[in-house]
C-alpha cells in the first residue's frame, strides 16, 4: 500500500464549478498535511496546509482533514482554466522530509 | 538570487556515464532535500541534507547515488553509471528550520531533467 494515495485523473471540470480532490494516507501518525499544485513542467508551489481535523478555508481553496478516516481533500470554488495543473497532496509522518503522493490531474474546462 | 537554482537544467547522457546535479538553495535555507520526478509520477524522495550533514538518505535508490553538500549552501547529487530507469527529472528544495518547517513549504528548483539514452 501506498503512503498517499490519489486519484491519477484527470479530473474534468466546467469553469465555475467546485473541484474535489481527494488523497487518502496510511500512516495515523501522520502530523501534517500539504497541498502542492505543479503546472506542466513547473517544480511545484505550496497552496495549503492543513494540521487539524475539519475545514480550512483560503480564498476560492477549502482544504479538509480527517484523521480518523485518513483522508485529506481539497475543494476549489468557482474553477478557472488557470487551475488546471496537477495538484499533489503531501504529508510529514515525522520524518523530516514530505511524503508525496502522485498526484491529480484537473483539467478545467473553460 | 532569490529562488532555488539547479543546473544543468537538461542533461542527456549516454548509459554508463556519470553525472552530477548542482543545487543552489535560498540563502539562509538550511535544510536542502532531493526529489526525483518521473514523467506522470509523483515525487519521490532521495536525501535529506540539515546544515552540511544528511540524517535521512533513506531514499537513494542504489549506492550509485550520492550527495554532498559544502557550506551549508550548494548541494550535488551524483549519478554514477547511469542506467536508462534513472531518466527523470531531479528537484531540489530548500526550507527554513530543521526538518520541514511548520507549514510545509518547501522551495522548489526547477528541476534538472536527465535523459540517459
Known amino acids: 500500500q501506498k503512503e498517499v494515495e490519489q486519484n491519477s485523473g484527470p479530473l474534468s471540470v466546467p469553469e465555475g464549478a467546485i473541484a474535489s480532490l481527494n488523497c487518502t494516507y496510511s500512516?495515523?501518525?501522520?502530523?501534517?498535511f500539504f497541498w502542492y499544485r505543479q503546472y506542466s513542467g513547473k517544480s511545484p508551489e505550496l497552496i495549503m496546509f492543513?494540521?487539524?481535523?475539519g475545514d480550512k478555508e483560503d480564498g476560492r481553496f477549502t482544504a479538509q482533514l480527517n484523521k480518523a478516516s485518513q483522508y485529506v481533500s481539497l475543494l476549489i470554488r468557482d474553477s478557472q482554466p488557470s487551475d488546471s495543473a496537477t495538484y499533489l497532496c503531501?504529508?510529514?509522518?515525522?520524518?523530516?522530509?514530505?511524503?508525496f503522493g502522485s498526484g491529480t490531474r484537473l483539467q478545467v474546462q473553460p | 538570487g532569490a529562488g532555488v537554482s539547479q543546473s544543468p537544467s537538461n542533461k542527456v547522457t549516454e548509459k554508463g556515464k556519470d553525472v552530477e546535479l548542482r543545487c543552489d538553495p535560498i540563502?539562509?535555507?538550511?535544510?536542502l532535500y532531493w526529489y526525483r520526478q518521473r514523467l506522470g509520477q509523483g515525487l519521490e524522495f532521495l536525501i535529506y541534507?540539515?546544515?552540511?550533514?544528511?540524517?535521512?538518505k533513506s531514499g537513494l535508490p542504489s549506492d550509485r547515488f550520492s550527495a554532498e553538500r559544502t557550506g551549508e549552501s550548494v548541494s550535488t547529487l551524483t549519478i554514477q553509471r547511469t542506467q536508462q530507469e534513472d531518466s527523470a527529472v531531479y528537484l531540489c528544495?530548500?526550507?527554513?528550520?530543521?526538518?520541514?518547517?511548520?507549514?510545509?513549504?518547501?522551495?522548489f528548483g526547477e528541476g534538472s531533467r536527465l535523459t540517459v539514452l
Open positions: 528544495a530548500s526550507s527554513l528550520g530543521r526538518g520541514v518547517a511548520n507549514t510545509g513549504e518547501l522551495f
Open positions: 500512516d495515523r501518525g501522520s502530523q501534517s
Open positions: 492543513i494540521y487539524s481535523n
Open positions: 503531501a504529508l510529514n509522518t515525522g520524518r523530516r522530509a514530505l511524503t
Open positions: 540563502s539562509g535555507h538550511t535544510a
Open positions: 541534507f540539515q546544515g552540511n550533514s544528511a540524517p535521512d
